[in-house]
Structure formats: structure tokens, C-alpha cells
């Protein structure tokens, strides 16, 4: 039973020591995170990989792409663990290096040597070393801003995947206007855009992450007719509609960050993956939050990490009988890293 798997999660724990770090994403549940070393959003998780040189067994909560960025980071020895390997990202899943091959040339024929590559973490490892070996980088939405400012120092155009809310909401707060972003098809192979593509400065791929485009515009008109005293919140991974409609709209952090600040009695609708809404609501009960989406959203691929994978897998490491390792092969890993040294370069 559920008591039984904690206990025992806990010894192993306990035995393995600093030989075992687990680095948890906020929106994993409860039961898993309450086992969690470290609890960070993409960008910290990632800097925490970066800086934990000394464990043998990295057991990461969260999904394959930020198992994989830990192990591009880490040292060679150190092993990276995924307790459940169906835990994937279907937004990252919406941008392969084939399809990415094919928008390269077509963008290298439309623009010529004015465009400079952009992927937000959520990606794969093969997307970041593609960015890395082009001049690029990574992004995360904590970073998404100064990353695209960077860009543009770089080069006068910008192709940002795979998540389109994303690239077009950090454009739009950099001043570029919605005529000056093309959406790429990967599917199509096509740009949507109706003009001369010669005035755009942004193509943003088109991924979504299925999660945040629940939050709707006919969300956040029923939350203010409910209560038009509520301060809406939202992910940039939501729709530019949703995002120009709320009042404050950020990154996992930004959120928690503006919940702890918020006053007493304040009332909150979050637009965001649902056991980080949970977990708020039950931490700041002197305020009143509620999820954007009254349905609650959960990100089912994050959620298959439970606490029997995570024992499972701890049982398998005490035993010396390692599954689910994720492992980069090093030329990709190279590239990748490079990709996201800039990014970690440039972000406080
Ligand atoms: P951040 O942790 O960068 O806010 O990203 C949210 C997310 O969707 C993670 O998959
Ligand atoms: Fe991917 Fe969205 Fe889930 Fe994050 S919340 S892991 S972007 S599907």
C-alpha cells in the first residue's frame, strides 16, 4: 500500500545517500514530490543538474526532455534515471530533426543567412544540437525574453519552436507585431502567411503544449463576470488571446513567486499544469485561487511518474540492475550543450 511505498522509498533514500539526487519539476504530484532533493522549473532544474557533479544516480521527476538536458550536463559517470519512460512532452514531440532539416533549407532559401535558430527546452536533445551547431540556443520561459533579444543581436530574423504561444507572446512583449511573425507547418512544410515574407521576423513553429491551450478566452470572461475582482495568471505557453486578456502572465516561478507575494485574502485564477494549482491552493490558504479552467488541467504525460515507478526504480538501483538510463550520444550531447551554455551564460 501507499504508507508501505513510502517507508521504503525513504530507507533507500536514507541508504543511498548523496549517491542519489532527485530533482523534481513543480508539476509532478504530490506523492513524488514530496520526495524530491531539489524542485525547480526547466531553467533550475537545469542549473541543478549543471552544478550536482557528485551524485552517482540522478532520479529525474519530470519528463524525457529534462532527463535528457540533465544529462547532457552532468559528468559521464553520473546516471540519469526516467522512472517512467512513456513520460514524454507532447509538445516536444512536434518537432523532429527531420522536419526540422526540411523547414532549414526552406528558410535558408526564403531568408538566405539571416535567421538564427531558437528552441524552448521543451524539445529534444537532436532540436538543441541542431540550434547549438547553427549558432543558436536554448530557451526557457523564465529566459524567453533576453534569449530572443540575444537572437536578434545575432541575426535579423529568428525561427523559434516548437511551442508558437511561446515565440509569439515573447516576440509580442519585445515590441515585434503579430504581420511580423509567420507560423512554419511541419507537417505541410509550409509558412502560413499571407504577404511578402520578406517583412517577417519571427516564424514560429507550430507546437502547443496541450495542457496550457485549455486555458480559453471564454475561461477568463466567465472567471471576471463570476468576480470581476480576480487577477487572472497565466503560463506564456497559453494562446496570445488568453495572454493579452490576463493580468499577469510569467513563467512556473514567476507564478509561485507572485503568489507568495500576494496579499492576504487576495483571489487568484492560474492559468497552469493542475498539481502545481493544487499544490498553491493548498499552501496559501489565505488567499483565494482557483484554476483558469474550472475542468483543472493536468499534463498526463508528467503524470505518469508516480510513486510506484519511483520505487521501482530505487529498488532496481540498490539492486545494480539499472532501467530507464537517459543517455545522449556524445555528439549530439556536444552540440546540445553548446545550445544550452548560451542560454545559462546569459540568464541570472
Ligand atoms: P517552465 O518550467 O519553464 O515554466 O515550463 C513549463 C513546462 O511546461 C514544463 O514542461
Ligand atoms: Fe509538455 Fe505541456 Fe506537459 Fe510541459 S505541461 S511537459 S509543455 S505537455
Not at 91 to 116: C, G, P, S, V, Y
Not at 173 to 202: C, H, Q, R, S, T
Not at 287 to 306: A, G
Request: aromatic share 8%; glycine share 4%; net charge negative.
Amino acid at each position: 500500500d501507499r504508507h508501505e511505498m513510502e517507508k521504503r522509498v525513504s530507507e533507500i533514500k536514507e541508504k543511498l545517500g548523496s549517491r542519489l539526487f532527485i530533482p523534481g519539476h513543480h508539476y509532478q504530484k504530490d506523492e513524488v514530490i514530496q520526495f524530491a532533493d531539489a524542485t525547480g522549473d526547466s531553467l533550475q532544474l537545469a542549473r541543478l543538474a549543471q552544478s550536482n557533479q557528485s551524485a552517482k544516480f540522478i532520479v529525474f521527476l519530470g519528463v524525457h526532455f529534462m532527463a535528457e538536458t540533465a544529462d547532457i550536463l552532468t559528468n559521464d559517470d553520473q546516471i540519469v534515471i526516467l522512472p517512467d519512460m512513456r513520460a514524454g512532452c507532447s509538445m516536444a514531440d512536434m518537432a523532429n530533426i527531420h522536419q526540422l532539416d526540411r523547414a532549414w533549407k526552406k528558410m535558408l532559401e526564403q531568408f538566405e543567412d539571416t535567421i538564427l535558430p531558437l528552441t524552448y527546452v521543451n524539445s529534444t536533445a537532436a532540436i538543441k544540437a541542431f540550434c547549438g551547431k547553427h549558432g543558436g540556443a536554448t530557451v526557457t520561459s523564465s529566459n524567453a525574453k533576453e534569449m530572443l533579444q540575444w537572437a536578434f543581436s545575432q541575426k535579423s530574423r529568428v525561427l523559434f519552436l516548437p511551442d508558437q504561444h511561446l515565440g509569439r507572446n515573447t516576440a509580442f512583449d519585445l515590441g515585434i507585431n503579430l504581420d511580423e511573425m509567420a507560423v512554419w507547418d511541419p507537417i505541410e512544410d509550409v509558412f502560413e502567411y499571407e504577404g511578402d515574407l520578406n517583412k517577417v521576423k519571427v516564424i514560429l513553429w507550430k507546437g502547443y503544449c496541450s495542457v496550457h491551450e485549455k486555458f480559453t478566452v471564454q475561461n477568463v470572461n466567465d472567471i471576471r463576470a463570476k468576480d470581476p475582482e480576480i487577477n487572472v495568471l497565466v503560463h506564456p505557453e497559453c494562446t496570445h488571446e488568453v495572454v493579452r486578456l490576463s493580468d499577469f502572465s510569467g513563467s512556473t516561478n514567476f507564478i509561485i513567486d507572485t503568489i507568495e507575494k500576494a496579499p492576504a485574502k487576495s483571489k487568484w485564477a492560474i492559468g497552469t499544469e493542475m498539481n502545481l494549482v493544487n499544490r498553491l491552493i493548498s499552501m496559501h490558504p489565505d488567499k483565494q485561487i482557483e484554476s483558469l479552467n474550472p475542468n483543472m488541467c493536468p499534463c498526463l504525460t508528467m503524470n505518469r511518474i508516480d510513486l510506484p515507478h519511483l520505487l521501482w526504480t530505487l529498488d532496481n538501483i540498490v539492486g545494480d540492475n539499472i532501467h530507464n538510463q537517459i543517455s545522449v550520444d556524445e555528439e549530439t550531447a556536444s552540440f546540445a550543450q553548446i545550445a544550452l551554455t548560451r542560454m545559462l551564460e546569459r540568464s541570472l
